[in-house]
T-cell receptor, first 112, second 110 residues
Framework: DGGITQSPKYLFRKEGQNVTLSCEQNLNHDAMYWYRQDPGQGLRLIYYSQIVNDFQKGDIAEGYSVSREKKESFPLTVTSAQKNPTAFYLC???????????FGDGTRLSIL | GESVGLHLPTLSVQEGDNSIINCAYSNSASDYFIWYKQESGKGPQFIIDIRSNMDKRQGQRVTVLLNKTVKHLSLQIAATQPGDSAVYFCASQGFQKLVFGTGTRLLVSP
């Protein structure tokens, strides 16, 4: 089936540790996105990439980093600089033009 | 900056009723709007979209209405079922990204 796969589903981070969240899509979409969702709130954009080897900061990029070396993959690293990393992280991808973004089922990150 | 807001954080309905979820957006240049449904612990699921050259679009049991004059969007769900219980988000297309509202939780009681 075509879709977006996020892993792991649950992740725990120790103080001072960087962690990487995986996002893979087989929809042949050029654009990919990372969002953060806090309880009872909407989605806030962390980073997005319109094409391979290019990405832009979203509204809350501080403490996060990304790479886009392959079209199908857009991993997100939550660095130790992100002081409040506990959240639900969602990855999405989109085809060209006015098309809806398609979402994975998220990774829930918690602090140990 | 751009914003999208939903009118009610929670909407409670009886099974079989019609539900209406409202949304307001700020960017008059937005030309594309989407409604998503999010169940607990899952990612948002696409429901229906509408482009700014339309004022109504219908899907299976769902209808989206767009009023560009007052920058208002609504999602109507006919004959609401328990499986419709979820958080519903509207989103408007901004420059290279979607702007999401905060969501309305729809509670359906039997």
């Amino acid at each position: 089936d075509g879709g977006i796969t996020q892993s792991p589903k649950y992740l725990f981070r120790k103080e001072g540790q960087n962690v990487t969240l995986s996002c893979e899509q087989n929809l042949n979409h050029d654009a990919m996105y990372w969002y953060r969702q806090d309880p009872g709130q909407g989605l806030r954009l962390i980073y997005y990439s319109q094409i391979v080897n290019d990405f832009q900061k979203g509204d809350i990029a501080e403490g996060y980093s990304v790479s886009r070396e392959k079209k199908e993959s857009f991993p997100l690293t939550v660095t130790s600089a992100q002081k409040n990393p506990t959240a639900f992280y969602l990855c999405a991808s989109k085809g060209q033009g006015n098309q809806p973004q398609h979402f994975g089922d998220g990774t829930r990150l918690s602090i140990l | 900056g751009e914003s999208v807001g939903l009118h009610l954080p929670t909407l409670s309905v009886q099974e079989g009723d019609n539900s209406i979820i409202n949304c307001a957006y700020s960017n008059s240049a937005s030309d594309y709007f989407i409604w998503y449904k999010q169940e607990s612990g899952k990612g948002p699921q696409f429901i229906i979209d509408i482009r700014s050259n339309m004022d109504k679009r219908q899907g299976q049991r769902v209808t989206v209405l767009l009023n560009k004059t007052v920058k208002h969007l609504s999602l109507q769900i006919a004959a609401t079922q328990p499986g419709d219980s979820a958080v519903y988000f509207c989103a408007s297309q901004g420059f290279q990204k979607l702007v999401f509202g905060t969501g309305t939780r729809l509670l359906v009681s039997p």
